[in-house]
């Protein structure tokens, strides 16, 4: 079975200063992982996915995400965060449907 | 590209009365639609998955008779809430595969308020 987990609710970060949300997975055979965006009542936004090929995956507004296939992870990553990229950013897999995380909250300072 | 029109995107109606939600595929043929519900500061539920011309296929603890699932073309799904109640009040996301594609595309989503 596919399961996807973010072990943090929140993350707070000061603006300008390098981000990442956490995620890991579980799934059999080869993975695709995706990273959303959810702005408030909003549908969700694509940021950016890993099927095959470079362990580091560069998405939109900057943002960019690494396989780690030993610790079945694939944290979101920002070197200089901005206080508008504060959302909610859910991790999925893709098997037969898309399973997504519980989400985190990210909260950007000024 | 990958447009995918979520309407309405807010709702209130009358406790008992139905509601009907459609997701268009604008500049795609959707061969596969998912219906997700949302509950406050909590991830997607997956309701239901559909495929154009089949009946959906809906997740364990969904009822399909209160959550009418249409897939009747290719750039076409609508989501029928029946006999609404207050607890179905959500927000209610829909999104798109195309063929040969691994990235899903999200409509807007609806809020939905039953009153």
């Known amino acids: 079975a596919q399961s996807v987990a973010q072990p943090e609710d929140q993350v707070n970060v000061a603006e300008g200063n390098p981000l990442t949300v956490k995620c890991t997975y579980s799934v059999s055979g080869n993975p695709y992982l995706f990273w959303y965006v959810q702005y408030p009542n909003r549908g969700l936004q694509f940021l950016l996915k890993?099927?095959?090929?470079?362990?580091l995956v560069k998405g939109s507004y900057g943002f960019e995400a690494e396989f780690n296939k030993s610790q079945t992870s694939f944290h979101l990553k920002k070197p200089s965060a901005l206080v508008s990229d504060s959302a909610l950013y859910f991790c999925a897999v893709y098997g037969q449907n898309f399973v997504f995380g519980p989400g985190t909250r990210l909260s950007v300072l000024p | 590209g990958a447009v995918v029109s979520q309407h309405p995107s807010r709702v209130i109606c009358k406790s008992g009365t139905s509601v009907k939600i459609e997701c268009r595929s604008l500049?795609?043929?959707?061969?596969?639609m998912f219906w997700y519900r949302q509950f406050p500061k909590k991830s997607l539920m997956l309701m239901a998955t559909?495929?154009?011309?089949?009946?959906?296929?809906?997740e364990q603890g969904v009822e399909k008779d209160k959550f009418l699932i249409n897939h009747a073309s290719l750039t076409l799904s609508t989501l029928t809430v029946t006999s609404a109640h207050p607890e179905d009040s959500s927000f209610y996301i829909c999104s798109a595969e195309a063929q040969g594609r691994t990235e899903a595309f999200f409509g807007q989503g609806t809020r939905l308020t039953v009153v």
């Open positions: 500049d795609f043929q959707a061969t596969t």
């Open positions: 890993y099927i095959t090929g470079d362990n």
């Open positions: 559909s495929n154009e011309g089949s009946k959906a296929t809906y």
